[in-house]
């Protein structure tokens, strides 16, 4: 990550490489059906953490 600024935009590019790679497919044919996503984004000693229900 090259700066502070762009905490929020990685966060949100994190959770969506987790919809995109469908991660959450397998536990779904098991039968699960809720889910907390989250997207964390660090940069140095500072990270943003984003969720989706």
């Not at 044919?29 to 660090?42: D, P, R």
Request: aromatic share 16%; glycine share 4%.
């Amino acid at each position: 990550m090259d700066t502070y600024a762009k905490l929020e935009e990685k966060a949100e590019e994190a959770l969506k490489q987790i919809e995109e790679k469908q991660y959450d497919a397998e536990l779904r044919l098991e039968g699960y059906h809720t889910f907390v996503k989250y997207g964390i984004a660090f940069y140095k000693k500072l990270c943003k953490v984003i969720s989706k229900y």
